[in-house]
């Protein structure tokens, strides 16, 4: 399930700028893609942890969110590959797409949770199948080529599909809570109770703070990337394979630490991440941009993972489906969309005219290409060598306009307010958080 659920989203939401843009999507329609998973995300997953949690066996919710998501998924690469693609038009269809699938990312922690004797202990053994997921699917998109394709929506529509049915088969993970409809668990106040606690509300608003910068490096990082040379899954995948490493070794580090510390150094390091990237993007050093990548152990499993857990044991047994989905509503919600619309304007302010310039060629050569190659199809074999020839030249151009796009960017300022901002959320946290050294154990719930 882990490995699924990750390689279904792996699949498209790291490459997908590298492909939208080649198709008329700015630096601002970037950010609302990047946004309207996070407001769907506001939506939906604290209503569908609720009927977890109340109605619906959580495995049967889950198959039948991804059959959806995959269905309209395919929607939307019909409109990418119409003949005049409409990037308002495309993020609604994504917008649609995000209703469905956000909820899975905490319907899947919760379910795992509910199978697992000690989470703190065993939970990161399971986590680490989606680490993996994502691994592979960035190091196959590389090998089949298909970071600056379609086909990368394609892939991840007909991996939803057969993940949905799959679900079905999962453990059966039936409603903890009576299934009675009361007001106020219907709007959640239920969970309410955990935010009397003021180390559990400063740990919300700061992992929801950390949302915003942290949001920068997936609408962003894979254009870098693309820009220094390097291969975007593959490099990309390092950061999974980094991950997984920190997270084998992620109950050393909670013995050691304690839930705190380790929030407190993934915050920090993604200060670091984004220093790392402002230079190398800057100056075109390659292993600066990989060592940003290889943090992501510390970025994602000593923020992310550590924050599942603790919301486990934090929360009630009645309530855990909706205190993950309540994570999720803040985090990869209000956090990731802020920071989505943030860092889509911060690009865009730091795009000089001469890269606005070089993605209206590239657009328009692109438009070029598709009349050529529709052209081909049809042409008498007398004139096909030269209509390749000039697919070929046009092709040609295409990548150096999209080079000099990328390298007119102002870099430094771009990854230097993300910096700046995890750096001030991080000293907000250290001093405000009081929590215990280790999470409670499982089951035991906030006095």
């Not at 771009?414 to 907000?428: D, E, R, S, T, Y």
Request: with cysteine.
């Amino acid at each position: 399930m882990m490995f699924l659920q990750t390689f279904v989203w792996g699949a498209w939401y790291i490459a997908a700028p590298n492909y939208l843009t080649t198709i008329g999507f700015d630096a601002t329609d970037i950010g609302w893609t990047y946004t309207v998973g996070p407001v769907a995300g506001i939506i939906s997953p604290y209503f569908m942890g609720f009927l977890a949690d109340r109605w619906i066996s959580t495995q049967k919710l889950l198959g039948a969110l991804n059959i959806l998501a995959g269905l309209i998924m395919l929607v939307a690469t019909l409109q990418m590959t119409g003949r005049s693609p409409s990037p308002p038009l495309i993020n609604l269809t994504l917008f649609v797409y995000m209703l469905a699938f956000y909820p899975t990312l905490s319907l899947i922690v919760s379910l795992a949770m509910r199978h697992i004797a000690n989470p703190q202990r065993d939970y990161p053994s399971v986590r680490v199948l989606g680490t993996v997921g994502f691994m592979v699917v960035s190091l196959f998109l590389t090998w089949v080529s298909w970071e600056t394709s379609v086909k990368q929506f394609l892939l991840s529509a007909a991996c939803s599909i057969g993940l949905g049915f799959y679900c079905f088969t999962l453990p059966a993970t039936p409603p903890l809570s009576v299934a009675t409809l009361m007001s106020r668990s219907l709007v959640g106040s239920g969970v309410l109770v955990l935010l009397k606690d003021r180390s559990f509300l400063i740990f919300l608003i700061c992992t929801t703070l950390i949302s915003i910068p942290m949001a920068f490096y997936y609408q962003i990082a894979s254009r870098v990337v693309e820009m220094t040379g390097l291969p975007v899954g593959q490099t990309l995948s390092y950061g999974q394979m980094s991950e997984l490493v920190f997270m084998l070794v992620m109950p050393l580090f909670f013995a050691r630490l304690g839930v705190k510390w380790m929030l407190a150094m993934g915050m920090l390091s993604w200060v670091l991440r984004y220093a790392l990237f402002a230079m190398g993007a800057t100056a075109g050093v390659k292993w600066l941009i990989v060592a940003g990548i290889l943090l992501h152990g510390v970025c994602y499993d000593f923020l992310i993972v550590t924050s599942q857990i603790y919301v486990d044991q934090r929360a009630p047994a009645p309530i855990r489906a909706q205190a993950q989905a309540m994570l999720v509503l803040f985090t990869l919600g209000v956090g990731f969309a802020a920071g989505a619309q943030i860092g889509g304007r911060v690009e865009q302010f730091a795009t000089p005219a001469q890269s606005r310039a070089a993605t209206a060629r590239v657009q328009s050569l692109g438009l070029d290409i598709s009349g050529l190659r529709e052209k081909l199809e049809s042409a008498p074999l007398s004139e096909r060598s030269l209509i390749e020839q000039q697919i070929d030249e046009a092709s040609k151009s295409r990548d150096q306009q999209h080079a000099l796009e990328l390298h007119s960017k102002n870099w430094m300022m771009i990854f230097g307010v993300p910096a700046g901002l995890a750096f001030a959320i991080a000293l907000i946290f250290i001093i405000g958080f009081r929590g215990s050294r280790r999470p409670r154990p499982s089951g035991e719930a906030l006095a």
